[in-house]
């Protein structure tokens, strides 16, 4: 069974930094799509992420210019560095293959932006 686990949440200031990574027990994201995904209380998962197997990037517009994606294949992981982080990006990140598949989704991580 797969396992993925995201890592590198946590408290930071507005403006702040954080790099999550995604590491996965097998070898699902080296010829897909893969993603980082969020969701903040009340609202829905969605995807802010996208990196192809090819490293094309795209963004959510909320983040467009924040974040960047990456990934290591030989490692099985991805990446999100998040800079200038505000309040509004406070939710529980996970990553997943995009399209993302029901047994894939870990635990998650949470990021918190609060001063």
Same mark, same amino acid.
């Given at each position: ?11 930071v ?34 995807? +802010? ?11 959510? =517009?909320? +983040? ?7 990934? =290591? ?10 800079n200038?982080?505000?309040?509004? =990006? ?13 047994n ?12």
């Amino acid at each position: 069974q797969v396992q993925v686990v995201e890592s590198g949440g946590g408290l930071v200031q507005p403006g702040g930094s954080l790099r999550l990574s995604c590491a996965a027990s097998g070898s699902i994201f080296s010829i897909n799509a893969a993603g980082w995904y969020r969701q903040a209380p009340g609202k829905q998962r969605e995807l +802010v992420a996208r990196i192809t197997s090819g490293s094309i990037t795209n963004y959510a =517009d909320s +983040v467009k210019g924040r974040f960047t994606i990456s990934r =290591d294949n030989a490692k099985n992981t991805v990446y999100l560095q998040m800079n200038s982080l505000k309040p509004e =990006d406070t939710a529980v990140y996970y990553c997943n293959r995009v399209p993302p598949r029901e047994n894939y989704w870990g635990q998650g991580t949470q990021v918190t932006v609060s001063s």
